[in-house]
């Protein structure tokens, strides 16, 4: 695991930039795998500004969300759908039909992402973190060979992921779909990003403690490939 510690969110989300863009620009075909969430804003950010100023194509590139909420529509302003567009797929001219992001309810459309995915290999996976250790939704106690599966939302995930939704925990959908650890650690590299304070607990628990299905990123420890950029207060207790 290479961590690489920046001094501040604007220095990380540029860092992270260099990685994704050296993996681009050998690969004018990659199959990249994106994630959601605010940590991976600044890096989107970076990903569109190259594109208008330099004009990297996106037109042969593909991509797989790791996960999506179960019951709220597509269209939903807070649904991961939603937060792909809005921050990447409108601004770059990756074509709509090479998108791809988790869709569904039941077990069985897990089952037909997660055969989408085997068909093909993530040359470059994009994580972030939750306070509690999960990447995508794989909370804690999730089986490390998980495929893509319907997880039931822990209560400190509902409660972190309720600032989207006004505040109100009850109004953050309970389920989603999210590609499973097994899914994620067939990718050939990892970039995982974290920021903030009370990322430190579990940035720790990820570089450092022991490889538990307690912790789910710490599993990243086995991935020979993985590069973790951190600003100082997401790395204040390594
Ligand atoms: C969510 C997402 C994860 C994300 C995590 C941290 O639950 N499913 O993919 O990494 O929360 O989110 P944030 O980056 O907003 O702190």
Request: aromatic share 6%; glycine share 6%.
């Amino acid at each position: 695991m290479k961590v690489i510690v920046c001094e501040n969110y604007e220095e990380e989300s540029k860092k992270a930039f260099e990685v994704m863009k050296d993996v681009i620009q050998k690969n004018p075909h990659a199959i990249l795998g994106l994630a959601t969430g605010s940590s991976p804003e600044g890096l989107y950010k970076e990903m569109v500004k190259d594109y208008e100023e330099n004009g990297t194509s996106y037109a042969d590139i593909t991509s797989y969300n790791l996960d999506e909420y179960v019951g709220i529509d597509r269209n939903h302003p807070e649904s991961y759908y939603s937060f792909m567009h809005k921050h990447l797929f409108d601004h770059v001219n990756i074509k709509p039909e090479n998108t791809h992001l988790p869709e569904g309810s039941t077990q069985a459309d897990a089952d037909a992402y997660e055969a989408e995915l085997k068909k093909v290999t993530i040359d470059l996976q994009l994580l972030g973190i939750g306070r509690n250790g999960h990447i995508g939704f794989n909370e804690p106690g999730t089986s490390f060979d998980a495929p893509t599966h319907i997880v039931d939302l822990t209560q400190s995930t509902l409660e972190a992921n309720s600032r989207f939704f006004d505040n109100d925990v009850n109004k953050v959908p309970h389920q989603a779909m999210s590609m499973g650890l097994g899914s994620i650690m067939r990718s050939k590299k990892i970039l995982l990003v974290a920021n903030g304070a009370n990322k430190a607990d579990a940035v720790k628990a990820m570089v450092e403690g022991p490889v538990t299905e307690k912790v789910p990123a710490s599993i990243l420890q086995k991935h020979p490939d993985v590069v973790v950029v951190l600003d100082k207060a997401a790395a204040s207790k390594l």
